[in-house]
């Protein structure tokens, strides 16, 4: 069992920039591919960025690419989002979540855990 709790959403204007960061429980955060997801008010949740369990591998949803980064720190068991240039279109509630197996995935029912959420808004 993994329990993850994100933080670090809130209010900011857009062109700002805001860090999300997810903690896991456990002793085998390490294991796991670690996915941002996110789901805006009547819309479906959908991939935002995933890195991979060795820390060697990252991808992107098209709509973030060049303006957000992933990264972890396995030794903390926390999986950051680094978000830049904010629009107002990336209001949403931001999840992570936890996918073990080989592969990487952008694909919302192969994960295993996910955190409750963290609300961000952005301002136009």
């Known amino acids: 069992q993994v329990q993850l709790v994100e933080s670090g959403g809130g209010l900011v204007q857009a062109g700002g920039s805001l860090r999300l960061s997810c903690t896991a429980s456990?002793?085998?955060?390490?294991?796991?591919?670690m996915g941002w997801f996110r789901q805006a008010p009547g819309k479906e949740r959908v991939f935002v960025a995933v890195?991979?369990?060795?820390?060697?591998?990252?991808d992107y949803a098209d709509s973030v690419k060049g303006r957000f980064t992933i990264s972890r720190d396995n030794a903390k068991n926390t999986v950051y989002l680094q978000m830049n240039s904010l629009k107002p279109e990336d209001t949403a509630v931001y999840y992570c979540?936890?996918?073990?197996?080989?592969?990487?995935?952008?694909?919302?029912?192969?994960?295993?855990?996910w955190g409750q959420g963290t609300q961000v808004t952005v301002s136009s």
């Open positions: 890195i991979s369990r060795n820390i060697d591998e990252t």
């Open positions: 456990g002793r085998t955060f390490s294991t796991y591919h």
């Open positions: 979540a936890a996918k073990s197996g080989p592969f990487m995935s952008p694909i919302t029912y192969r994960y295993d855990y």
